[in-house]
Structures are given as structure tokens and as C-alpha cells.
């Protein structure tokens, strides 16, 4: 993975595109406009979000070929595990956008990572691990989201082809996630 002069960095799964993340995406090419950067998104894979979420409907590929087709974003990268640890060491990027609801709750541990992360590249006079000048969290869009979507095509019933896949999906998955899975 290469190191770019400057990039403004978006993780994202993108399972269930919807206005929420083009909301993202278009403050995230509003900044890189404006710093003279790229935006680059790094693309949760299958594995990386079956790590704190159910499998994603579209596998990774179907995910990046829909993102590949949007002019907000520059490259798009593989995100291996939910962790931005490896991304942000290895493009360094001077902005990291993300939505506010990862400031509570189990998505909180990330967001530490990603501030000390962010310190390390970019150390402050004053450290707060609240915050950092090179994190924007942007309000999340609580009337449309992913969760959202997949419970309204969850009420609707899912045909046996579609229980088929899903399980065959779950099995390629790593052994903790699939149990908690097969328990609920």
C-alpha cells in the first residue's frame, strides 16, 4: 500500500448504500477539495465486519464495484479487520471523517484507536482523547441507516434460496462470529 501525499480517509462497509453515506462521502470530497487531497475509502471487508456485525448482504466485491462508481471518491482500499490501525499508519491521512455514533457504545473502542492513531501522526499540544483536530464526526443520519434498511427487508420475509446463501455465507466466516451468530 502506498503513502499518499494527502488523503482524507473514510471507512466504510457500504452493505446497504443510502443517503447517509453519500452524506459522508460528500463532506469527505468537500474537505479533500479544499486541503488539495484525495479521498480514500477503505472498504470494511467480509471478515472485518462479520468481527461486531452480521454479514453484510453484498460480499466485498459487489460492495467496491457500486463505491467504484461514485466521482466522490479517488481509491478505494481493503479495510482487513474493523481496526483502522493498519490503514491510517500506512497512508498517514491528514483527515479521518466519520458519523458521530461511534462517540458511545461497543464502535467506541474504534474511535479511541483511531484518536490515538491520530495523535501519534499528528501530536497536539494539549492531548484529549475526546478529540483531535484530524477526526470530523459528522452527525449520524438516524432516519435512514444501513440497520434500518436490513430490518425493514428482514420483515418482509426471506425466501429459501436467500436462507441458502445467507448460510453459506455464514459458514466462510471466522468460528467466534459464526457461533454468536447460529445463537441468536
Given amino acids: 500500500m502506498k503513502t499518499y501525499e494527502k488523503s482524507v480517509y473514510v471507512a466504510m462497509a457500504a452493505d446497504l448504500l443510502h443517503a447517509g453515506h453519500i452524506n459522508v462521502l460528500k463532506i ?6 479544499e486541503l488539495q487531497a484525495r479521498v480514500v475509502v477503505g472498504l470494511l471487508t467480509d471478515s472485518a ?8 448482504f453484498l460480499d466485498y466485491n459487489q460492495r467496491k464495484e457500486v463505491l467504484e462508481n461514485l466521482k466522490l471518491i479517488d481509491e478505494i482500499i481493503p479495510q482487513e479487520t474493523f481496526s483502522y490501525i493498519y490503514n491510517l499508519n500506512a497512508i498517514k491521512p491528514i483527515l479521518v471523517i466519520h458519523g458521530d455514533d ?3 457504545g461497543y464502535l467506541r473502542h474504534y474511535r479511541n484507536e483511531v484518536i490515538e492513531v491520530l495523535h501519534t501522526l499528528y501530536p497536539q499540544q494539549y492531548k484529549s482523547m475526546d478529540l483531535h483536530p ?4 459528522i452527525p449520524y443520519s438516524h ?3 444501513a440497520l434500518g434498511i436490513k430490518k425493514a427487508l428482514h420483515s ?4 429459501t434460496n436467500a436462507r441458502q ?6 459458514l466462510t466466516l471466522t ?3 459464526i457461533a454468536v451468530l447460529l445463537e441468536s
Wanted: aromatic share 2%.
Fill in 143 to 145: 432516519n435512514i441507516n
Fill in 28 to 33: 469527505a470530497r468537500q474537505k479533500a477539495d
Fill in 134 to 137: 484530524n477526526l470530523l464526526e
Fill in 175 to 177: 468460528p467466534p462470529r
Fill in 165 to 170: 446463501s445467507r448460510l453459506r455465507k455464514l
Fill in 102 to 104: 461511534w462517540q458511545s
Fill in 49 to 56: 465486519i462479520a468481527e461486531v456485525d452480521e454479514p453484510a
Fill in 156 to 159: 418482509l420475509g426471506i425466501s
